[in-house]
Structure formats: C-alpha cells, structure tokens
C-alpha cells in the first residue's frame, strides 16, 4: 500500500518538549514498583518480575491425543485389520503394557499411550462387537498418528515466560501449566485521582447552570480499571490552596501515583503546580508541544510518589491518561515489551499546528481483515461527547501537513 511517511518532527517548537521527549523524561523518572507473590487466580493483567521454566516436558508423556484403540503400527502395516480389546486405559490411569500385538488397548484423550503401543485409531475409524475392534475400509494408520509426543511443545527447563511479561489468560495458564501456585509479580500501584475544580459537581447531584459535572474522574478511573489498575482513590478539591494543600499533603503520603485533573494552566486558580513544588514534588516536566493536553504537568516527589497534573478539558485528559499515564504505570510495574499499535489512516486528516496531534477515531476491519482508523472530528478539546463510540486516538506529527489516506501512524486505545 502507498504510506508516504513524512519525517517526525522532533523539535518543533522552540522551549517545549515533544510527546517523545516527554515519555522519556517520564520513564527516567519512575521507579519500579516492588514485588509481591501473588496466588496465581489473582495474576490476570499482573506483571511478571520472575521467569517462568518449564516444570517437566509439555507434554509430559506421549499423550493419546483421540478417543480411540492404542495398538503397535506394525502389525497392521503386516495385514492385521481386527484386534481384542485388551483392557481400557483413561486419562490419569497409570499406564498399562500392550501384551500382544494381535490386541489393542481402548484409551482416551488425555491418557498415556500404554507401552507397546504407537499409534491410535479414533473411534470414527472402527467399529467394535464382542470385544473385537476392526478397523474401517480405507482408515490409513501410520506410527504416532493421534498420539502427542513427549516434549515437542516444550522441554523440561525451558524459559516459558520470561520476566516482565504481562499475565493476559494464556501466559496464566502456562504458570499453572509449570506447577507454579503462586508467582511474584509487581505490586498494583497505590493510585489517587483527583479532580480540582470549585464549578465541579458529581453525577446525581442538583447541578446550577453555571456548573460542570465532574465527569473526568469517571473517565480516568474506567481508564485505569480496563488496564487492570484496581487500587484506585477518588477524591475532588476545591481550587483553595490550604484545601488542596492538605489533601495533596495526604495523598502524597499515601499513594504512589497521583493523578489530577485541572488547574494546570494558566488561570488565577490554576494551583496545582505551584502547590505542588511548595510540597517536594519536583517539576520534570510542564507542557508538551501536542494537541489536545499542552499544560501537561509530571513531576516527582522526594518522598517517591509521581505525579500527573492533566489538563481539565475533558478530551485533553482522556488523551493524557491513555498516552501518557496508562503506559508509564505499565512500565513501573515492569512491563519490558509494550505493545505499540500501528494503524492506517481512512481519511486524510491536515495537522494545522507545529504540535503533534491527536486525533480521535474509531477503529474498523475492512473486508480483507485490515484495520483502519476512521477519523472524529471534536468540537474543541472540551467536547468529549463526540469521543462516544470512538476506540482511541491516533498521534499524528507535528504539521503543518496533510497525512493522506494510508498514512500508518500509532494507534493509543482508551
Ligand atoms: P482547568 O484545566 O482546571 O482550567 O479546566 C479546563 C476545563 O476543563 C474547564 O472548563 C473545567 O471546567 C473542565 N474540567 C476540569 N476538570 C473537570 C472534570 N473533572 N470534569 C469535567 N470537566 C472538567
Ligand atoms: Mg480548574
């Protein structure tokens, strides 16, 4: 397919740091979260902080892979087409001895195949009276059909999971699969979302018309949920200095992660960053040449915890918490491979700005199996009703430029 890819731009706009640099700078910042052992039902979405060895070979014996008759090959190769059904052997019987190769051993998916045996016949290809089984015209039998053999998926010893994965349902059931009960993992983050704001009010409250729902925390905290971040406090302050210096003062001493919502910009009552300097947080970085989410605030305290100060436009936040916040949690808990998704553009989409762009869109399989990122249009980063229905955002670089159709660029889900 034609994807021109125009050069990224790395340094735009003089003074400000972009999108790259900013996870770079986030990265060099955090620090890891610490480990714990957790019982392996609790793992799903944790991330590994010890390799995974195989316990024994997979499969561990020659595994009957069909229902069926377990006999020795040679003798029909020799003509033989009917066989006494010796005995029956299940899955987690010890294993029985072929004693004559005129007979057979009935067995089942799931058993081991029983000595002197190297072959098994599935049921559909016999048929069986008086304790006789015959074998069907034109059933072909050849040694080792249906049968799994010892060791050919994974040898015992073998690194099965390797440090720094993320547990997704498979990777749990190889841990299980390699006799572990219980594996040490990262710790969830302790995390605080908060949201500032004096014209905010929670959803089922009388709202006046000159206030704003506080809908962001909402949409951070689901963020965070769908990521598998379940230790999560909720909390609103008031754009009141003593107010959010005591609350920040108690969430700082309590969580290791911060995440606020509002009041980096530049307003009067933009408090946040000044506030939070008085209390130890350490600015690294404030503001990011990108569209939506400029006043982008990060820092980290002395005492450990990071923070994430994200502009209170509701799109701008929804962005932050997906681009920046999600992934860097991800990386204090270890995680050594993201998984970057790339995606083409179904529409051509102009980037009027020096600023990176992020635009939202939702994802759609075409009749050839390919994904395309259709663009949305927002009405201004304040208009998250036009995100429904949407999958993500794709980053777009800095323009001026028109990225066409086919433009492959990546793809950052909510
Ligand atoms: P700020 O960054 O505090 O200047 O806020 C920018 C805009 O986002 C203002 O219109 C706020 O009312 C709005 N806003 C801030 N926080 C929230 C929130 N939690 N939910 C919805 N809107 C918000
Ligand atoms: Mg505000």
């Not at 902080?49 to 006999?71: C, H, K, S, T, W």
């Not at 073998?158 to 997704?168: D, I, K, N, P, W």
């Not at 969830?188 to 908060?194: G, I, T």
């Not at 598998?228 to 005591?246: I, S």
Request: proline fraction near 8%; include cysteine.
């Amino acid at each position: 397919m034609n994807t021109p890819a125009p050069a990224q731009n790395d340094a735009t706009v003089p003074g400000l740091l972009v999108p790259a640099q900013a996870d770079r700078l986030i990265s060099e910042n955090l620090s890891c979260l610490p480990i714990e052992s957790l019982p392996l039902v609790q793992c799903a979405g944790a991330v590994l902080r010890e390799n995974i060895y195989g316990e024994r070979d997979q499969p561990p014996f020659d595994r009957v892979a069909m229902d069926g008759i377990a006999l020795d090959s040679a003798a029909v190769r020799d003509g033989q087409r009917s066989f006494h059904i010796e005995a029956v052997q299940a899955a987690g019987d010890a294993p029985l001895t072929l004693s004559a190769r005129t007979g057979c051993i009935e067995t089942m998916t799931g058993a081991m195949l029983p000595a002197g045996c190297d072959t098994v016949i599935p049921v559909e290809d016999i048929s069986v009276s008086a304790g006789i089984a015959r074998l069907k015209d034109g059933a072909l039998i050849a040694a080792w059909d249906n049968v799994h053999r010892r060791g050919t998926d994974s040898r015992q010893g073998a690194l099965l999971l390797e440090a720094g994965t993320r547990m997704s349902p498979p990777e749990v059931a190889i841990a299980a699969g390699a006799g572990m009960a219980r594996v040490r993992v990262s710790a969830q983050p302790m995390l605080a979302v908060l949201s500032t704001g004096n014209e905010l009010i929670e959803p089922g409250e009388p709202v006046l018309p000159y206030q704003v729902r506080r809908s962001n925390v909402y949409g951070i905290i689901a963020a965070l949920r769908r990521h598998g971040f379940q230790r999560v406090a909720d909390d609103h302050v008031r754009d009141d200095r003593e107010e959010m210096r005591a609350r920040l003062k108690l969430h700082l001493n309590t969580h290791d992660v911060i995440i606020l919502s509002g009041g980096v910009s530049m307003g009067r009552f933009d408090l946040v960053p000044s506030l939070l300097n008085e209390l130890g947080v350490r600015t690294v970085f404030h503001k990011v040449a990108q569209r939506p989410g400029k006043p982008l605030w990060f820092g980290v305290a002395q005492s450990g915890p990071a923070v994430f100060a994200l502009p209170g436009n509701p799109v701008s936040t929804q962005v932050c918490i997906s681009r920046y916040v999600i992934p860097a949690l991800l990386a204090a808990m270890g995680e050594t491979q993201p998984r970057v998704r790339k995606i083409p553009l179904a529409a051509p989409i102009t980037v009027t700005s020096k600023f990176v762009q992020f635009v939202p869109v939702r994802t759609e399989v075409d009749d050839w199996g390919r994904d395309w990122a259709l663009p949305r249009a927002t009405n201004t980063s304040g208009d998250f009703t036009a995100l429904a229905g949407t999958d993500g955002f794709v980053e777009l670089p800095a323009g001026p430029n028109t990225y066409p159709k086919g433009f492959v660029t990546r793809l950052f889900r909510w």
